[in-house]
């Protein structure tokens, strides 16, 4: 087969950093390369398909409907290789390094914990830790970027394997100066009438509560403010306008040293399941065992 007309590389990785960037001169600089270079390399690969893949559209460069095709598999094939490279450089490196991808409330407050833990057990073993958004952690599990998730929702894919890691509860929370730090029980009917900061939109957590709020017929709540952190949400309770929904894990500590305090709802609790997200293909990773063996307790294996 004939494989002389296909791009290289570095027309895909300039348009991707057009896009991504907003511009020529952006994606120059992200290149490290002049601009005369970056629009050498997108002529050359519209030379390749034999159509513009970008248009100047009030004065700013767009994707042509060819370009979002070739944009798509442009990340797709690029990503595909950062993970080839990756694969290559574990084996050259015995596979002792773990690439684990989690999600934001996990990474900040469970994480840390699991890695000293890990790193006592397992001193010759590596893990390079990235935190993201859920959707995100899935893409990346699903191209092979990632050798194991911790997740705060099952990924829905053919090729991703999830086991149950452990339950948790979102309790609802305000600070110690709010109108309801003194309650013990309220009323359900009583939460679409107070004021909430929360997590923001398709945020793991924040999907957890719409659900759970709909599934009770309470479709709108008065949302004063989102934040994309934890703790951030935490420091706002504690000057006493806002309630939250928070996950148990991060906020005992809290709740246990009075700052937080946990208002219990009748007849309504959010209850989830944390996962481990493995890729089908990549099951045998002596590092990802090792690390699932520890979160459940099991005794280290001799390495």
């Given at each position: 087969?004939?494989?002389?007309?296909?791009?290289?590389?570095?027309?895909?990785?300039?348009?991707?950093?057009?896009?991504?960037?907003?511009?020529?001169?952006?994606?120059?600089?992200?290149?490290?390369?002049?601009?005369?270079?970056?629009?050498?390399?997108?002529?050359?690969?519209e030379e390749c398909y034999g159509m513009p893949v970008l248009e100047?559209?009030?004065?700013?460069?767009?994707?042509?409907?060819?370009?979002?095709?070739?944009?798509?598999?442009?990340?797709?094939?690029?990503?595909?290789?950062?993970?080839?490279?990756?694969?290559?450089?574990?084996?050259?490196?015995?596979?002792?390094?773990?690439?684990?991808?989690?999600?934001?409330?996990?990474?900040?407050?469970?994480?840390?914990?699991?890695?000293?833990?890990?790193?006592?057990?397992?001193?010759r073993y590596k893990v390079a830790s990235r935190l993201g958004y859920?959707?995100?952690?899935?893409?990346?599990?699903?191209?092979?970027?990632?050798?194991?998730?911790?997740?705060?929702?099952?990924?829905?894919?053919?090729?991703?394997?999830?086991?149950?890691w452990m339950e948790d509860e979102l309790w609802l929370v305000c600070?110690?100066?709010?109108?309801?730090?003194?309650?013990?029980?309220?009323?359900?009917?009583?939460?679409?009438?107070?004021?909430?900061?929360?997590?923001?939109?398709?945020?793991?957590?924040?999907?957890?509560?719409?659900?759970?709020?709909?599934?009770?017929?309470?479709?709108?709540?008065?949302?004063?403010?989102?934040?994309?952190?934890?703790?951030?949400?935490?420091?706002?309770?504690?000057?006493?306008?806002?309630?939250?929904?928070?996950?148990?894990?991060?906020?005992?500590?809290?709740?246990?040293?009075?700052?937080?305090?946990?208002?219990?709802?009748?007849?309504?609790?959010?209850?989830?399941?944390?996962?481990?997200?493995?890729?089908?293909?990549?099951?045998?990773?002596?590092?990802?065992?090792?690390?699932?063996?520890?979160?459940?307790?099991?005794?280290?294996?001799?390495?």
């Amino acid at each position: 087969m004939e494989y002389s007309f296909l791009p290289d590389l570095d027309g895909w990785t300039a348009l991707r950093a057009v896009v991504e960037k907003g511009g020529v001169s952006e994606a120059a600089r992200k290149l490290h390369i002049g601009q005369p270079a970056v629009s050498k390399r997108l002529r050359a690969l519209e030379e390749c398909y034999g159509m513009p893949v970008l248009e100047r559209v009030s004065g700013r460069l767009k994707l042509t409907v060819a370009g979002e095709q070739v944009y798509r598999f442009a990340v797709q094939v690029l990503d595909r290789h950062v993970a080839l490279r990756e694969d290559l450089q574990s084996l050259s490196r015995g596979l002792n390094t773990l690439r684990l991808e989690v999600t934001v409330a996990i990474g900040e407050h469970l994480l840390p914990d699991l890695l000293m833990r890990f790193s006592e057990q397992y001193p010759r073993y590596k893990v390079a830790s990235r935190l993201g958004y859920g959707r995100q952690i899935e893409a990346r599990l699903e191209t092979g970027l990632a050798d194991l998730a911790l997740l705060e929702a099952a990924p829905d894919h053919p090729d991703v394997m999830v086991q149950k890691w452990m339950e948790d509860e979102l309790w609802l929370v305000c600070g110690a100066k709010h109108p309801l730090a003194g309650a013990e029980l309220v009323p359900v009917e009583q939460l679409s009438g107070l004021n909430y900061v929360l997590r923001e939109k398709r945020s793991a957590v924040r999907d957890a509560v719409d659900r759970a709020l709909q599934g009770i017929g309470i479709q709108n709540i008065r949302v004063a403010l989102e934040a994309g952190s934890t703790d951030t949400i935490v420091e706002m309770l504690m000057r006493g306008k806002h309630v939250s929904f928070l996950p148990h894990f991060a906020v005992q500590e809290r709740v246990d040293d009075g700052s937080l305090h946990r208002i219990k709802v009748q007849g309504f609790r959010i209850m989830r399941t944390l996962w481990i997200a493995r890729h089908r293909d990549y099951l045998n990773h002596p590092v990802a065992e090792a690390f699932i063996a520890m979160m459940r307790g099991q005794e280290p294996a001799t390495v």
